[in-house]
């Protein structure tokens, strides 16, 4: 930092201490920046095609990996009610109490809590690509295992694993695209692999209600244990093309000519994450996990996940508790699910066009709540009202999240850094806020339209909408700061907060 003046320095040293800089960002702009990028009709239109391709082999491969992974995930949620009326349900088979099936189902949130920072560690150190492919081997594989489960056990014990595996996949795909798109171009990515997770829910009651009137008992086997197997042989099939098929980083890829890879060396000189970069130094986590002001989007994080967690698990469940028996219960999930699928996208182009992540997912959040306080005030039997209240929960509950993961990997300034912040807002805040979400639907409060849940998540939702204004409100007054600090312009070599 010696080529800055005195006022510069200060400031730069300021912003490293606060996070606002990694240590290699706070050097002279000639060794930070390079060129800029030209703003003519070619170069945009050069950029916009590089996106443009990018894009094709990024996106849709992503969101399926994720749609399987959230099928395999969620899948129990429909196994636990399927046929039960013909005494071939999951729970009855593996004479499991509901207690044991809500432990059963936190068990695997454990896992998910501590795997997440290893493997986004071992995603940089392995590639992409043959670490998720080596995953979603993973997960298929014991899902289809889960199918010849007959105890407590067995499912307890299955369900760990799955969470080992599981483990790093969404972290690691919201990490994997900071090696390829800026700031404002994340929050609809991540929207596209997220809202696939609500298709996934919407498909896996259709699967499941499928599965339940045309394959209980063949071969011998219940209709649960079949949608175990169907659902897990897919992932076991597609890591085979991930392995090929799915891009590592820009620079290393044979698709991309030399002057579409510099120019996407450019784009992502400041603001994204490098494939060429060391792996993470302890010196690198020490940083991050010392930058306090991330601990408020870990604790936002944590706000939304029980709502997201128990909406995964416990849907059927409450479409069963609005009059719609067995069978034609899992079919009801899925309007809840497609509609939200459509305001994911809709919401996250709208936060990155407008650059405006934190307002878009308070206002989000808080119309989720709104579906939530809805529900627990109506009465029991008002059935037609509470499902319309839960689409609304639903909608703001999933569309919430991709702008807040876009608005973290836009305040993060290192590869290194980068990685394990996004598993660790997962880990920290993700994984305890879902595995409170597992608690708060009680089976004995079916009757009464399960007033905990939706009063539980109501409530969080609301906080979420209050942190997101906080944090909001604390990155302008930073960034006012900074900005005073400096006669009101930007110094060389700092970037500001994102919004």
Known sequence: MADL???????????????????????????????????????LA????????????????SASIYFLCYLDRS??????????????????ETGMTNKQFTIALMIFLVAYGLFEVPSNILLKKLRPSRWIAFLMFSWGA?????????SYAAVTGVRFLLGVFEAGLFPGLVYYLTFWYKNEERSLRVSFILASATLAGAFGGAIAYGIGNGMDQVSGLSAW????????IPSC????????????YPETVGWLSAE????????????????????????????????WRLYGHYLIYFGISTPFSSLSLFTPSITAGLGYADLRAQLMTVPPYAVAYVISILTSYSADRF????????????????GFLASAVLPADAYLSRYGCLIVAASGTFACIPPLLGWLSANIFSTAATGLAIALNIGLGGAPGQIAGVWIYKADEAKKGYPTGHWVNAALLFGVAAGCTALRLYYGWRNRRTLKGNGGVVPEGVRLYAY
């Open 355 to 370: 650059n405006s992540r934190a307002l878009h997912s308070a206002a989000l959040s808080a119309i989720g709540a709104a």
């Open 142 to 150: 014991i899902t289809i295992g889960l199918g010849g489960a007959n």
């Open 46 to 61: 050069a950029e916009a095609s590089l996106i443009k391709r990018q894009d094709m082999r990024i996106v849709p491969l």
């Open 260 to 291: 579409e890879k510099e120019l996407a060396r450019k784009r992502l000189e400041v603001e994204g994450s490098k494939g060429g970069d060391k792996a993470m130094s302890w010196e690198d986590a020490k940083v991050t996990l010392l930058d």
């Open 5 to 43: 003046n005195p006022q510069e320095k200060r400031i730069a040293d300021d912003d490293v201490e606060h996070g606002v800089l990694s240590k290699e960002q706070a050097r002279p702009p000639s060794s930070q920046q390079g060129e800029p990028l030209d703003s003519t009709p070619e170069s």
């Open 75 to 92: 899948n129990i949620g429909n196994a636990k009610i399927l046929n039960a009326s013909t005494g071939h349900s999951m729970l009855i």
């Open 237 to 248: 099939l597609s890591a085979v093309l991930v392995w090929f098929f799915l891009p590592d």
């Open 225 to 232: 244990r079949w949608l175990f197997i169907i659902e897990g």
